[in-house]
């Protein structure tokens, strides 16, 4: 069965950078989009980018360039996502979801999400 | 940009009732309108895709309809594991998620 399993909460420095993790399993990794989802506490849903594993294309929300990059790691079915320049606002949980972009854009498979607290 | 604004932001509604939930994008999306439901500490949970399909598994009562700009989820007998809150996605240009609406029981 699909399953996207992330990386565990983390507690970072304003400044610093965290990378966050998504393990993909129970399908071909290369043949489907990874997004990335922001959700800070009583706000809504951001949605960040998404990846195409299969040959590396990015695509981004215009509010997260420079604060977001997406990379995946084909051997290892992993997605990744960088977050740089960290302040209080990027305190949030982020999420992966799995799409087709094409053909099927919805958000049929999540991970649990990944806490990300900014804090001295 | 598309914004999507969805109502109401809260709902309180009892065992059985029909309860609806609007989501109103700015400017024409289609058909390209999904529903997820999150209850707390988890991920959301895709419920219905491309304004009214429904997803693998999810129980019927749950319906939706709407096009253009204009979308309503309805459930139509709420169950006490209905409790959540629930957000509407467009996906016609990017993506972007309505504010949410969280369900109780009255």
């Known amino acids: 069965q699909v399953q996207l399993q992330q990386s565990g909460a983390e507690l970072v420095k304003p400044g610093s950078s965290v990378k966050i993790s998504c393990k993909a399993s129970?399908?071909?990794?290369?043949?489907?989009?990874m997004h990335w989802i922001k959700q800070q506490p009583g706000n809504g849903l951001e949605w960040i980018g998404w990846i195409y594993p299969g040959n590396g294309n990015t695509k981004y929300n215009q509010k997260f360039n420079g604060k977001a990059t997406l990379t995946a790691d084909k051997s290892s079915s992993t997605a990744y996502m960088q977050l740089s320049s960290l302040t209080s606002e990027d305190s949030a949980v982020y999420f992966c979801a799995r799409s087709v972009v094409t053909v099927a854009p919805w958000f049929a498979y999540w991970g649990q999400g990944t806490l990300v607290t900014v804090s001295s | 940009d598309i914004q999507m604004t969805q109502s109401p932001s809260f709902l309180s509604a009892s065992v059985g009732d029909r309860v609806t939930i609007n989501c109103k994008a700015s400017?024409?999306?289609?058909?390209?309108l999904d529903w997820y439901q999150q209850k707390l500490g988890e991920a959301p949970k895709l419920l219905i895709y491309n304004r009214n399909s429904l997803h693998t598994g999810i129980p019927s009562r749950f319906s939706g309809s709407g096009s253009g700009t204009d979308f309503t989820l309805t459930i139509s007998s709420l169950q006490p594991e209905d409790v959540a809150t629930y957000f509407c996605l467009q996906h016609n240009s990017g993506w972007t998620f309505g504010g949410g609406t969280k369900l109780e029981l009255k």
């Open positions: 129970g399908y071909t990794f290369t043949s489907y989009d």
């Open positions: 400017q024409n999306i289609n058909k390209y």
